[in-house]
Protein backbone atom coordinates (compact mmCIF):
# COMPACT_ATOMS: atom_id res chain seq x y z
CA UNK A 1 0.00 0.00 0.00
CA UNK A 2 1.89 3.15 -0.90
CA UNK A 3 0.50 6.60 -1.63
CA UNK A 4 1.74 7.77 -5.19
CA UNK A 5 0.89 11.27 -5.50
CA UNK A 6 -0.15 14.25 -3.08
CA UNK A 7 -2.00 16.68 -4.86
CA UNK A 8 -3.34 20.09 -3.76
CA UNK A 9 -4.68 23.31 -5.10
CA UNK A 10 -5.38 26.86 -4.57
CA UNK A 11 -9.48 27.83 -4.62
CA UNK A 12 -10.11 29.12 -8.28
CA UNK A 13 -13.15 30.88 -9.20
CA UNK A 14 -15.38 29.07 -12.87
CA UNK A 15 -17.94 29.55 -14.69
CA UNK A 16 -20.33 27.06 -14.07
CA UNK A 17 -24.11 27.98 -15.79
CA UNK A 18 -23.21 31.17 -15.87
CA UNK A 19 -22.20 31.65 -12.89
CA UNK A 20 -18.96 32.37 -11.10
CA UNK A 21 -18.42 29.26 -8.52
CA UNK A 22 -15.74 28.86 -6.31
CA UNK A 23 -13.78 25.40 -5.97
CA UNK A 24 -10.80 23.53 -4.96
CA UNK A 25 -11.10 20.56 -7.31
CA UNK A 26 -8.52 21.49 -9.84
CA UNK A 27 -5.96 19.19 -7.65
CA UNK A 28 -2.28 19.17 -8.93
CA UNK A 29 0.75 17.27 -7.78
CA UNK A 30 3.50 18.63 -5.57
CA UNK A 31 6.60 17.75 -5.01
CA UNK A 32 8.56 16.66 -1.67
CA UNK A 33 7.12 17.12 1.73
CA UNK A 34 3.70 18.59 2.74
CA UNK A 35 2.03 19.30 6.11
CA UNK A 36 -0.82 17.35 6.60
CA UNK A 37 -2.74 19.04 9.67
CA UNK A 38 -5.97 18.65 11.28
CA UNK A 39 -8.06 20.07 8.96
CA UNK A 40 -6.35 19.89 5.28
CA UNK A 41 -3.12 19.71 3.99
CA UNK A 42 -1.09 22.61 3.66
CA UNK A 43 -1.53 24.90 0.82
CA UNK A 44 -5.16 23.14 -0.37
CA UNK A 45 -8.21 24.55 -0.15
CA UNK A 46 -11.72 23.90 0.15
CA UNK A 47 -14.00 25.90 -1.03
CA UNK A 48 -17.11 25.13 0.30
CA UNK A 49 -16.88 23.91 3.79
CA UNK A 50 -20.36 23.09 3.99
CA UNK A 51 -20.29 19.95 2.15
CA UNK A 52 -16.54 19.94 1.94
CA UNK A 53 -14.13 19.88 4.44
CA UNK A 54 -14.48 19.65 8.32
CA UNK A 55 -12.56 16.82 10.72
CA UNK A 56 -14.06 14.06 8.94
CA UNK A 57 -13.19 15.36 5.58
CA UNK A 58 -9.91 16.25 6.05
CA UNK A 59 -8.44 14.66 3.07
CA UNK A 60 -9.46 12.45 -0.10
CA UNK A 61 -7.85 9.32 -0.94
CA UNK A 62 -9.00 7.96 -4.67
CA UNK A 63 -7.42 4.64 -5.46
CA UNK A 64 -4.85 4.49 -8.89
CA UNK A 65 -6.44 1.20 -9.81
CA UNK A 66 -9.58 2.94 -10.73
CA UNK A 67 -7.68 5.48 -13.21
CA UNK A 68 -8.08 2.73 -15.93
CA UNK A 69 -11.83 2.16 -15.93
CA UNK A 70 -11.84 6.23 -16.32
CA UNK A 71 -9.77 6.87 -18.68
CA UNK A 72 -11.47 4.08 -20.76
CA UNK A 73 -15.39 5.33 -19.61
CA UNK A 74 -14.14 8.87 -20.32
CA UNK A 75 -12.41 8.65 -23.38
CA UNK A 76 -9.17 10.40 -21.84
CA UNK A 77 -6.15 8.44 -22.07
CA UNK A 78 -3.74 10.44 -20.09
CA UNK A 79 -5.63 11.58 -16.68
CA UNK A 80 -3.13 13.24 -14.37
CA UNK A 81 -2.72 12.23 -10.45
CA UNK A 82 -5.58 14.68 -8.63
CA UNK A 83 -7.90 13.66 -11.86
CA UNK A 84 -10.71 13.45 -9.13
CA UNK A 85 -9.88 16.27 -6.77
CA UNK A 86 -7.93 13.99 -4.30
CA UNK A 87 -5.24 14.91 -1.93
CA UNK A 88 -3.99 11.43 -2.55
CA UNK A 89 -3.89 8.66 -5.25
CA UNK A 90 -3.50 5.89 -3.13
CA UNK A 91 -2.52 1.89 -4.47
CA UNK A 92 -3.40 -0.86 -2.84
CA UNK A 93 -6.51 0.45 -0.91
CA UNK A 94 -9.50 -0.37 -2.35
CA UNK A 95 -12.96 0.51 -1.55
CA UNK A 96 -13.81 -3.29 -0.76
CA UNK A 97 -11.04 -3.69 1.58
CA UNK A 98 -10.43 -0.68 3.66
CA UNK A 99 -13.27 -0.43 6.55
CA UNK A 100 -14.65 2.68 8.09
CA UNK A 101 -12.62 3.42 11.51
CA UNK A 102 -9.72 1.60 10.19
CA UNK A 103 -6.63 3.59 11.35
CA UNK A 104 -3.54 4.12 8.70
CA UNK A 105 0.02 5.45 9.13
CA UNK A 106 1.11 7.38 6.69
CA UNK A 107 4.97 7.64 6.08
CA UNK A 108 7.75 7.46 9.34
CA UNK A 109 5.85 6.10 12.31
CA UNK A 110 7.74 9.30 14.44
CA UNK A 111 6.96 12.07 11.32
CA UNK A 112 4.40 10.84 9.73
CA UNK A 113 0.33 11.57 10.03
CA UNK A 114 -1.92 9.12 11.07
CA UNK A 115 -5.20 9.10 9.60
CA UNK A 116 -8.77 7.12 9.81
CA UNK A 117 -10.92 6.29 6.93
CA UNK A 118 -14.39 7.94 7.77
CA UNK A 119 -16.88 7.71 4.73
CA UNK A 120 -17.25 7.68 0.75
CA UNK A 121 -17.22 10.08 -1.28
CA UNK A 122 -19.91 11.80 -3.10
CA UNK A 123 -19.46 13.50 -5.84
CA UNK A 124 -20.56 17.38 -6.45
CA UNK A 125 -21.44 19.44 -9.71
CA UNK A 126 -18.35 20.43 -10.20
CA UNK A 127 -16.58 17.20 -10.67
CA UNK A 128 -18.87 16.78 -13.91
CA UNK A 129 -17.96 20.73 -14.62
CA UNK A 130 -14.22 19.76 -14.51
CA UNK A 131 -14.15 16.85 -16.41
CA UNK A 132 -16.86 18.23 -19.00
CA UNK A 133 -18.56 15.67 -18.04
CA UNK A 134 -22.18 17.43 -16.02
CA UNK A 135 -24.03 13.96 -16.49
CA UNK A 136 -21.44 11.98 -15.06
CA UNK A 137 -22.45 11.79 -11.78
CA UNK A 138 -24.61 9.30 -11.21
CA UNK A 139 -22.21 6.87 -12.97
CA UNK A 140 -19.55 7.57 -10.99
CA UNK A 141 -21.98 7.10 -7.59
CA UNK A 142 -22.86 3.92 -9.18
CA UNK A 143 -19.66 2.61 -10.54
CA UNK A 144 -18.74 2.05 -6.83
CA UNK A 145 -15.28 3.91 -7.10
CA UNK A 146 -15.96 6.56 -4.29
CA UNK A 147 -12.88 6.97 -2.88
CA UNK A 148 -12.71 7.61 0.56
CA UNK A 149 -12.20 9.95 3.11
CA UNK A 150 -9.79 10.90 6.26
CA UNK A 151 -9.85 12.22 9.44
CA UNK A 152 -6.18 13.14 10.97
CA UNK A 153 -5.43 11.89 14.37
CA UNK A 154 -1.74 12.75 14.36
CA UNK A 155 -0.73 15.54 12.19
CA UNK A 156 2.22 14.81 10.09
CA UNK A 157 4.01 14.90 6.83
CA UNK A 158 3.98 13.06 3.97
CA UNK A 159 4.91 13.12 0.85
CA UNK A 160 4.57 10.86 -2.89
CA UNK A 161 6.11 7.20 -3.00
CA UNK A 162 5.40 7.54 1.22
CA UNK A 163 4.12 3.46 2.66
CA UNK A 164 0.79 3.06 3.95
CA UNK A 165 0.06 0.86 6.62
CA UNK A 166 -3.19 -0.10 8.61
CA UNK A 167 -2.71 -0.22 12.06
CA UNK A 168 -6.00 -0.76 13.58
CA UNK A 169 -9.36 -2.11 12.30
CA UNK A 170 -12.48 -1.18 13.58
CA UNK A 171 -14.04 -4.40 14.66
CA UNK A 172 -17.25 -4.32 12.71
CA UNK A 173 -15.19 -3.94 9.71
CA UNK A 174 -17.44 -2.12 7.48
CA UNK A 175 -16.07 -1.65 4.29
CA UNK A 176 -16.25 1.51 2.48
CA UNK A 177 -17.73 -0.08 -0.78
CA UNK A 178 -20.81 -1.14 2.06
CA UNK A 179 -20.82 2.38 3.39
CA UNK A 180 -22.03 4.03 -0.02
CA UNK A 181 -24.12 1.22 -0.97
CA UNK A 182 -25.92 2.34 2.69
CA UNK A 183 -25.50 5.70 2.38
CA UNK A 184 -26.34 6.40 -1.15
CA UNK A 185 -27.46 3.16 -3.09
CA UNK A 186 -30.38 2.30 -1.04
CA UNK A 187 -28.52 -1.13 0.05
CA UNK A 188 -27.91 -2.98 3.71
CA UNK A 189 -30.52 -4.35 5.70
CA UNK A 190 -31.72 -3.49 9.42
CA UNK A 191 -28.77 -6.14 10.42
CA UNK A 192 -25.79 -4.15 8.98
CA UNK A 193 -26.64 -0.84 9.53
CA UNK A 194 -27.25 -1.90 13.30
CA UNK A 195 -23.74 -3.01 13.02
CA UNK A 196 -22.62 -0.33 11.23
CA UNK A 197 -24.05 2.06 14.20
CA UNK A 198 -21.49 0.31 16.32
CA UNK A 199 -18.63 1.75 15.01
CA UNK A 200 -16.93 3.73 17.34
CA UNK A 201 -15.45 6.58 14.94
CA UNK A 202 -18.79 6.43 12.98
CA UNK A 203 -18.51 10.33 11.35
CA UNK A 204 -21.46 12.19 12.50
CA UNK A 205 -23.28 12.66 8.76
CA UNK A 206 -23.43 8.73 8.44
CA UNK A 207 -24.98 8.07 11.66
CA UNK A 208 -27.53 9.79 10.66
CA UNK A 209 -28.25 8.71 7.44
CA UNK A 210 -28.05 5.14 8.97
CA UNK A 211 -30.55 5.84 11.74
CA UNK A 212 -33.10 7.76 9.14
CA UNK A 213 -32.91 4.39 7.34
CA UNK A 214 -33.44 2.09 10.47
CA UNK A 215 -36.54 4.55 11.03
CA UNK A 216 -37.65 4.35 7.46
CA UNK A 217 -37.75 0.10 7.97
CA UNK A 218 -39.55 0.02 10.83
CA UNK A 219 -42.56 2.33 9.56
Aim: charge should be neutral; glycine fraction near 10%.
Amino acid sequence: MKLLSVNISPTKMVQINGQQVPTGIYKTPIQGCVWLGKLTLAGDSQADTRVHGGEHQAAYCYPFEHYAYWQYRLKMPNLAYGTFGENFTVTGLLEEDICIGDILQIGDAKTGAVVQVTMPRTPCFKFGHKIGRPDILKEFLNSEKSGFYLLVIQAGVVEANDPINIIERDPQAISIRSTLGMQKLGEGDSVLLQRALKVASLAPLLKKIFEARLIEMRT
